[in-house]
C-alpha cells in the first residue's frame, strides 16, 4: 500500500472518528475544518477519546501521545497538497461535495486518491468533477468510527481496480472489515436498515406502540443492541431524512418514503442527540 498520509475533511463526528482511526493505525493525518477554532476543537475531542482509552487501559500513554502527533488540525485546504488519501465527510449535500472534489483534484497531486464518506450519494457524480475519476471512490465508515467494525468500499464505475485495492487495503490497515459495494444509493447497509427504521415510526404513528416500546421489542425480540428510535436519533434525524430522500429518489420505493412525521421533526429542529431532543429525550 502506497498510502501513509490521509486529509479527512470535515469536524464533525464522522470526520473526527475517521481521524482518530487513521491516526491510531499509524497514517499521518491532516484534519481539515472550515475554521481554526472548529479543527482544533476536533483534535482536542480526539485526545479526550484517547484518554478515556488509556484511562480504560485500552492504550497506554505513549500509544496515545503517538497518535496526537500523528494530528495536523488546519483550516487551510492546500494543507491536504501532498495526501495520498483524502477522505472528505461534509454535509450530505451533493452540490457541496461535488464543489469540494472539483477543488480537491486541483490541490492534491495527481496521484492520490480522492474518497467520500457518503452514506447514499452517487460517488460517480464526484469523481466526474475530477480529472481523474479513475482515482475517486467511496470509503464509509459508520459511527462511531473507532469502533464500528465496517467499511464500505463505493466502487463507482469510472475506479480503476487499483484505487479499489488501495481502499481495501487502507481500510483493513485501520482494523476494519472492508466490503466492497456498488456504487448505488445506500449501497448495503442502510439499503436494508432505513426502510426498517421508517417503518418503526409507521408503527409508532399507527398507535401500535410507543417508541421506548418498540426499542424495548426490537433489542429483547431481535437481540439488537438499540432499537429503531435510539439509532434514528444517534444518526440524526436529519441525516436520517436525508438518506431517505436519497434512497427514494433514485429507487421510488414506497419504503423509503420518509414518514411525514420525520420531515415535521426535523423541520422543528428535534434532530436527536445532538440536539437534546428526538425521538427520545436527552436532556439533562
Do not use: W
Request: hydrophobic content about 45%; some cysteine; charged content about 25%.
Amino acid at each position: 500500500m502506497s498510502i501513509t498520509r490521509v486529509g479527512v475533511i470535515g469536524s464533525g463526528i464522522m470526520g473526527s472518528g475517521i481521524t482518530e482511526t487513521a491516526a491510531t493505525s499509524g497514517f499521518e493525518v491532516v484534519l481539515r475544518s472550515r475554521s481554526q477554532a472548529t479543527a482544533d476543537a476536533t483534535r482536542a475531542g480526539m485526545e479526550k477519546s484517547l484518554n478515556r482509552q488509556v484511562e480504560k487501559g485500552k492504550k497506554t500513554e505513549a500509544e496515545r501521545d503517538e497518535a496526537l502527533a500523528r494530528v495536523t488540525a488546519t483550516d487551510d485546504l492546500a494543507a491536504l497538497a501532498d495526501c495520498d488519501l483524502v477522505i472528505e465527510s461534509v454535509v450530505e449535500d451533493l452540490a457541496v461535495k461535488l464543489d469540494l472534489f472539483a477543488e480537491l483534484d486541483r490541490i492534491t497531486g495527481e496521484g492520490a486518491i480522492l474518497a467520500t464518506n457518503t452514506s447514499t450519494l452517487p460517488v460517480v457524480e464526484m469523481a466526474m468533477k475530477t480529472n481523474r475519476p479513475d482515482k475517486v471512490c467511496g470509503i464509509h465508515f459508520f459511527n462511531p468510527a473507532p469502533v464500528m467494525a465496517l467499511v464500505e468500499v463505493v466502487r463507482p464505475i469510472t475506479a480503476s481496480d487499483e484505487t479499489i485495492a488501495e481502499a481495501v487495503a487502507f481500510a483493513a490497515t485501520c482494523g476494519k472489515t472492508p466490503v466492497e459495494v456498488k456504487d448505488q444509493a445506500g449501497f448495503v447497509v442502510n439499503a436494508l436498515l432505513f426502510p426498517y427504521l421508517n417503518n418503526a415510526i409507521r408503527l409508532m404513528e399507527q398507535g401500535v406502540a410507543s417508541a421506548e416500546d418498540i426499542d424495548t421489542a426490537m433489542k429483547g425480540g431481535c437481540g439488537f443492541p438499540m432499537g429503531p428510535f435510539a439509532l434514528l436519533d444517534l444518526v440524526g434525524l436529519d441525516t436520517s431524512l436525508a438518506i431517505l430522500d436519497a434512497l427514494y429518489n433514485e429507487f421510488r420505493d414506497p419504503n423509503y418514503a420518509a414518514m411525514p412525521l420525520l420531515r415535521r421533526m426535523v423541520a422543528a429542529g428535534q434532530l436527536g442527540r445532538k440536539t437534546g431532543q428526538g425521538f427520545l429525550n436527552y436532556a439533562r
